[in-house]
Structures are given as structure tokens and as C-alpha cells.
């Protein structure tokens, strides 16, 4: 599980701005128990403010240095493709990232400080027994090993000024390494923009929603793998895993009984044939049921169909999702629901984590306190983020209504609207 993530001299964001997923009302099911750290940790946090104000640039961050432990090694030859603070000359100044997980009930931090031409400091610790220890302390290209990680000394050979050391250790199959970079990978996000060129994990954000419904191909890919795999065992698991699937798709209340594939054929100048399978939703009706072609469909139910299988994918493994802008294509019910699968333990068993940007104010009435972030700029352009917990020094009122409070401008982080200057341009007032 997340704990915390903080981030500075990135895009919009100078000054370093920390996102904890530490709960501050621990005393309800959604805040989840973790004794080595002696807190309890949150399954949902929601970013509100203005456009512009920096709320995506902070999911964008996360999947900047996600992506990085995934590609530092092949692509990052002639430099890092950073992106420093926008509206300042910083370039020449260091990008700083820190994150910190809770795997195995165990707490990591990761740190890193980077510019576009060199790592220059780098390290990941751990801390068993609640006592903080270093697995590896890279300053430049001196590279520091915790005693006894032997298995680790061939990361100093692939170790350039531009490779992470987190991206060449994961390598070596060293568990506590491993287990932090692939808990980093592992996080999913739709609608979080690549920031670099070259992204050898991206295709993994894809939710896999067809492979949740199409049982036989499932099977087929399943077989050409492990084909000593009975078929009745498999067919068990992915009719399990389309039960599962059908009831998210139900649960969005359009009216869909089922799922049907059909396949296209496609040849090629080649003369090779390409087959692809096309999904049809089957709709109730008042006589009978009618399967209707995916692209006929709304962009409220494609986008609920294609978020299914992220949702299985991360609530099964207990890995976090990040989705911007949650309220672009879904109806505000739909949302909450959504936050729902996150808050109840019967749906979340593994303590899976969703970090989402919206504007739709109606979610306040779904969150609590601790689970609500905002964002505004300061007069320099830079973004800030602040927990809406701990707003301005004084703690908010647990039992405060936060949709209304937001509206009426109690915590800020609204749109300054200059009507008269719109009025004015519009040549409807002198």
C-alpha cells in the first residue's frame, strides 16, 4: 500500500508537495490497520481544484518516476527526459521524488533526485523491526550496498549516470529490491498521460476488460502457455473471472445481460490474415435481448466496460489505481459506487488503493475528511496541495458537510471567476 508520495520541481509543482495516505480517523473499516507502522492507511484519496491548478500534475508524477524504474536502463542513453518546473529556469535544479509502500507489512522508502543529465542522489531503505535500514545509497555513481546483498554487486556494472539503481538491482531477483520495484510497477492508471517518449510499461495500464469476458479465449491464450493446465480447471477460474466482471457491468444499471464476441478479419498486403475480437453488449429489452456493437455504445458504458478490468486486475493483486478526472465519463453514481468497491473490506479484502482528480463535488459527500486533498497555485505559478484534514492549520469538523463547505468557499481551491471581464468582452458592459 501507498503510504506517502512527495514530489518537487516537476511541471507545475516547485516547492515539494506530499500526498500521505496515512488516515487521520482511524476509528471506521475504510482506514486500514498497518501494526509495523502503528497507523492505519487509506483506501481512496480525491484531488480537487481549479483547472490549471496542478491536481493531474501530481498523479503524473508518480507515473513519471513509476515508469522510470521501468525504462532507465535502455532508454534513458543521452538524458532524462524530465520536465522541471515550468514557469522558472530550473532546469540545472535536481527533481526530487520520494515513495514510500507498505509491502508485506513492511515500510520502504524510495528517493531520488535527478535533472535532465544525471542521477544525483538515489537510495531505497527499509524498516524491519520498525528500525530504519539501507538496502542501497547511490550519491553519483558511488554505489553503497546494505551487508550481506552480495547478489546485488552486478548492478554496479550496469550502473551509468542515467540508470537507476532500482531498475538494474530489480534484475538480480534480490526480494527487497524486487519487491519494491514490482510494487511500483504493479500500479495501474487510466487517463494519467505517459510524460516520457519511451515507456516499456505502459501497455500494462490497459485493463484487460476482454480477457475477463471472453472465457474461451481466455483458455486458448491460457493453454498456448501451460498447455498441461486441464481445460475444466481453467474454465472454472475465467467463468469465476466473468462472474465477476458481469456484476461491475451490472452494477452501472444500463440494461446489459451479457457479452458477446464476434471476429474480424482482416488481410493484409502481405496476404497474412489478422483476426481481432470485437465485443457486443447484449441489452434487456421488454420482449427479449439484443446485443448492440461496442462502438454504438455510450462513452459512459464503453468507459465503465473498459475500466472493468482494471478494477478486477487491482482489487485482486491489492496494487493502486490512479485515474484522472474520475467524473470525465461516468455518472456521479456510478462514482461513488466506485469508491465504494475501494472503502468496503468485502470488496477490497487485499486493501487495493484508488488516487483520483475530479471536479465533481457531489464525491465530498462519499469521502471523508482525511481523503480529500486540494490543490490551488500560489502567485508564482507553482502548485500547491494541501489535505483538506488539516486545511489551514485548523482541523476540519469530522461531521462538517464538505460538498457544501467546498462550494461556498470555506477551504478554497475554487475557479477565481472574473465575470466582468467576460461580460466586458463580450461588449455586454462598458
Known sequence: MLIR??????????????????????????????????????????????????????????????????????????????????FGNNTHQSTAFTVELLIDEVRYEYVVELDTDSINYEALFHYPEKKRRRIFERDGLKLVLQRGLGELSG????????????????????????????????????????????????????????????????????????????????RMEYERHRSEALALLRLADLGIDGVLFDDEHTELPSGEVRTRRLPRLVHRTSADSAPLDFDAESAGTRNWYQLIGLLLDVLRSGSLLMLDEIDASLHPTLSAELLQLFHDPATNPRGAQLIFTTHDTSLLNHLNRDEVWLTEKDPSGATRLGGLAEFAGERVRKSQNLENAYLHGRFGALPDVDRGELLRALGLIA
Do not use: C
Open 5 to 86: 508520495f512527495e514530489v518537487s520541481n516537476f511541471r507545475s509543482i516547485l516547492a515539494p508537495v506530499e500526498l500521505s495516505m496515512v488516515a487521520v480517523d482511524r476509528d471506521r473499516p475504510a482506514a486500514r490497520p498497518a501494526a509495523m507502522l502503528g497507523e492505519n492507511l487509506l483506501t481512496v484519496a480525491g484531488i480537487y481544484g481549479p483547472n490549471a491548478s496542478g491536481k493531474s500534475n501530481v498523479l503524473a508524477a508518480l507515473r513519471w518516476i513509476q515508469d522510470a524504474v521501468g525504462v532507465s536502463l535502455l532508454a534513458w542513453d543521452d538524458a532524462i527526459p524530465v520536465q522541471p518546473f515550468a
Open 155 to 234: 548492478t554496479r556494472q550496469l550502473l551509468t549516470p542515467r540508470t537507476l539503481v532500482l531498475t538494474a538491482g530489480r534484475r538480480f531477483g534480490v526480494a527487497v529490491v524486487s519487491d519494491f520495484a514490482n510494487a511500483l510497477l504493479d500500479m495501474r492508471s487510466r487517463g494519467v498521460a505517459a510524460a516520457m517518449q519511451h515507456v516499456a510499461v505502459a501497455a500494462k495500464r490497459d485493463g484487460p476488460t476482454d480477457s475477463w469476458f471472453d472465457v474461451e479465449r481466455s483458455i486458448e491464450l491460457e493453454r498456448s502457455f501451460e498447455p498441461q493446465r486441464s481445460v475444466k480447471a481453467l
